[in-house]
């Protein structure tokens, strides 16, 4: 499907990927609230397309980890503004001696090359915008290691490097983009479920007494960042709940 938005009198366009649910879906109702035309990519088209058609906006299967679906993707676009990588995720909270490197793969491929190849297919759109701007979520776990987070720490540790860079490579391009990177905390979302295999009583106890964010806490900060003028280049927001240090 060929998302054409040459016609100047059409919105803006944003690209979130893993907009099925939690924080992604949350940005993308903020977004389209604000204006923009969003596509929501994730591997779930059905989750994806309910999110579509509530905010008017436009579904695209993507699974981030695979090369031949990224370049599909980008092929089907021909405009995009602001590109915000949120899909992500953990795998497990296993101590580093009993690591499943398998998971510690699927890590880094989601949070880490993820990002690489959706920036990298859509880098050209983004420049030809004049006002392109790249959104990364990353996490506290890219600000603090903490015990069995290894795995993951070692994925957004890697992506807060990576979104560094990109924002120095960019300061050199013709009409570069801007470059972004927002680390939530606790967030009350599928996460835990995702992280714990769907075990739903060990993902709840992770939020059980505690003031946890909401995705649209998150939503908020990213539609703010998308709403400034295109001189102004936020770095990076760590965002946490009240009781968390
Ligand atoms: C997850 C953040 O604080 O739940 O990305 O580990 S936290």
Redesign the pocket.
């Known amino acids: 499907m060929m998302i054409t938005m040459t016609d100047s009198s059409v919105s803006r366009v944003a690209v979130v990927t893993g907009g099925s649910a939690g924080i992604g879906a949350a940005a993308a109702e903020a977004l389209a609230h604000d204006g923009w035309h969003v596509v929501v990519a994730a591997r779930r088209l059905d989750k994806l397309t309910a999110v579509a058609e509530r905010i008017g906006g436009t579904a695209v299967e993507l699974d981030v980890t695979d090369q031949a679906s990224v370049d599909s993707f980008a092929a089907g676009l021909d405009r995009v503004d602001l590109l915000v990588n949120n899909a992500g995720g ?1 795998r497990g909270l296993e101590p580093l001696a009993e690591a499943d490197l398998e998971k510690w793969q699927w890590m880094y491929d989601t949070n880490v090359l993820g990002t690489v190849r959706v920036t990298r297919a859509l880098l050209p759109r983004l420049r030809e915008s004049g006002e392109g701007l790249i959104i990364n979520i990353g ?3 890219a600000l603090d290691p ?1 015990l069995g ?1 290894s795995g ?1 720490n070692a994925a ?1 540790f890697g992506l807060k490097a990576l979104t560094r860079v990109t924002r120095l490579e960019e300061i050199d391009a013709a009409a570069g983009v801007r470059v972004t990177e927002i680390d ?4 009350a979302t599928d ?2 479920l995702m992280r714990f295999d769907g075990d739903e009583a060990r993902a709840r106890a ?1 939020y059980e007494g505690k003031e946890n964010l909401v995705a649209e806490d998150i939503a908020e900060a990213i539609r703010w960042v998308a709403s400034l003028p295109p001189r102004v280049n936020i770095d990076s927001m760590n965002i946490m709940p009240r009781d ?1 240090g």
């Open positions: 953990a996490s506290k776990a903490y987070g993951y957004k939530p905390g606790r967030v996460f835990s992770v968390q």
